[in-house]
């Protein structure tokens, strides 16, 4: 009986291993879910500072992973801000000062408007089987949502993070939760997504919480209000003369 029960045991974890597509696999079909050709979205981002919270309202102008265009549109202190992204080169334009800097360099690592996020977070290209090799892959359970947990170590040592760790819904390949880590192995920021939405047969984050965990504070909150997939977007959207208009 006892050896009965032993191969059974075998059996049923050699079968859950079996199930479990390979680490690179996994990684390609979470990138093909969240990469267009195009993409065009408002969104919202809730920044808890020291002095209370303030909500930044934008739109953004998405073209595969090298071009971005982003106008913020509220509060009226951001109206008008706009950033530009073409591959690794990312402008910003004041109308406060009317002038168009580059952000490069250690400006890359400063916060975007007083939230948990980085400029260098936002030059970071989204498909992370380009950037990340996978170490490992274990089985979890978050938010009652069967994962895959996936340990990222970068290929190069030019990235914002050498380490990553996520969750992987089984069901819609979706990242419900991240980990990122310097080179040293400390923790240096999380995500975790509160809520999904379907858009053209598409699973997307609707609602995101990033939170750098060295500074204190309850995080930014990151909210889809709407995205389109694959529509036309006039080319001198993606320039710096754009910035200005």
Known sequence: MKN?????????NGSLLAQTPPGDEILKRVDQNITAENKVLT????????????TVHSKSWIQGTEKSFTEYLDPPRESGTK???LGDQLWMYSPQTDRTIRIAGHMLRQSVMGSDLSYEDLMEDPQLHKIYSVESVQGDVFNSQPCWVLEL????????????????????YLVLKEERFAKTGRLLKTTVVKSVMQVNNRWVPEHIVFRDVLKNGNGTEFIIDSITFNVAIPEHIFSKAALRK
Request: proline share 0%; glycine share 4%; hydrophobic share 45%.
């Open 83 to 85: 950033m530009l992204k």
């Open 153 to 172: 170590q970068a290929k190069q040592s030019d990235v914002a993070y050498q380490r990553r760790k996520i969750w992987v819904d089984q069901a819609r």
């Open 4 to 12: 009965w029960f032993v191969t059974l045991i075998i059996i049923l």
């Open 43 to 54: 969104s919202q981002m809730i920044i808890y500072g020291r002095r209370g919270e303030r």
